[in-house]
């Protein structure tokens, strides 16, 4: 039986029930994502963890509060205990309800590898929602997660040299929620955000640029990374969405010749549950820094949006 403390759930609580039904608040609109990962980390209920903090991630980066979930299972049981799947379960339900959000079923595979992840359903304001097309000149980018979770994983995957310790920052950053930023986004009534995952920070930055009509410059000295994250990819632990990334947005970036080639390159590393972009306008940005902190929230200003000046959507790394 789901864990329904404020009875938002009308249907759904009988074992092996159809489907769910649940209530919505008044003056309310839906935001749906879904998203599935395959291992990050060795421990089980860790990668749980990681996977609902992942999948919640795009209705914080709207200005959303998670309301319920679907779990998605891939998983080789004629080959893997059960209890393994049971574990990473356990993980995400309780990150879950860290979040507030109600599990109210699922699905799983019999499949030859593991994947696992959960389809969410978050509610926000019709009339406050943060969007990739809405940046405007003049708006200063907040990052509220390093990079570098991509070459930490394949350094990880490969046990490569301090592998325990990159574990354990990927737990520490990738199971942590963006809540704290998705605060901001209402209070602040902040028209444009992102959460960075797959494309990198460069890919997503793109993407809201050329959404926008607008140009954004990046400043790569500031960019915040992991421990170890240069280190590992100057060793060639670059994983093939990261090279996939940085090839496909070439033609929309503009990189100084002086640039740090690492940094570069990690400027585009797929990121597995990372941290919010926030635009944030000038006038604001005082507020919004003294929000996140007081919130515990880490942040890193890492570039602004330039004005349209004859081609737009492009990225300017300085």
Not at 136 to 162: F, M, N, R, S, Y
Request: one cysteine or more; a negative charge.
């Amino acid at each position: 039986m789901a864990h329904d403390p404020d009875g938002r759930l009308l249907a759904g609580k009988a074992y092996h029930e159809d489907a769910a039904v649940l209530r919505v608040p008044p003056g309310k609109a839906l935001v749906q994502s879904v998203d599935v990962l395959a291992p990050l980390v060795h421990d089980p209920a860790r990668f749980g963890a990681i996977a609902a903090a992942n999948a919640l991630s795009d209705i914080y980066a709207m200005g959303g509060e998670p309301w319920c979930a679907l779990n998605i299972a891939f998983f080789p049981t004629s080959c893997l205990d059960l209890e393994i799947l049971r574990a990473m379960a356990q993980g995400g339900l309780d990150t879950l309800r860290e979040a507030g959000a109600l599990l109210v079923g699922g699905h799983t595979v019999d499949d030859t590898e593991i994947r696992f992840g959960f389809s969410v359903t978050g509610i926000v304001d019709a009339d406050a929602i943060a969007a990739n097309d809405a940046l405007h000149p003049g708006d200063i980018l907040l990052l509220t997660k390093p990079l570098g979770t991509g070459v930490l994983a394949t350094a990880l995957k490969a046990g490569w040299e301090g592998w325990e310790e990159s574990e354990a920052e990927l737990w520490r950053w990738c199971s942590r929620l963006n809540r704290g930023g998705a605060h901001v986004i209402r209070e602040l009534g902040l028209q444009a955000a992102t959460d960075v995952t797959g494309f990198g920070l460069g890919g997503h930055l793109l993407e809201m640029a050329r959404a926008s009509g607008v140009n954004i410059r990046v400043e790569l000295d500031s960019l915040p990374l992991l421990p170890r994250a240069a280190e590992y990819a100057k060793n060639g632990l670059i994983p093939a969405a990261s090279h996939a990334n940085h090839a496909y947005y070439r033609p929309w970036t503009r990189t100084r010749a002086t640039v740090d080639a690492i940094r570069a390159t990690l400027l585009f590393d797929a990121q597995s549950s990372g941290g919010l972009v926030l635009a944030v306008p000038a006038d604001r940005l005082d507020r919004a820094k003294d929000m996140l902190a007081a919130q515990g929230e880490a942040f890193w200003r890492v570039g602004e949006v330039l004005p349209a000046q004859g081609e737009t959507g492009f990225l300017f790394v300085d």
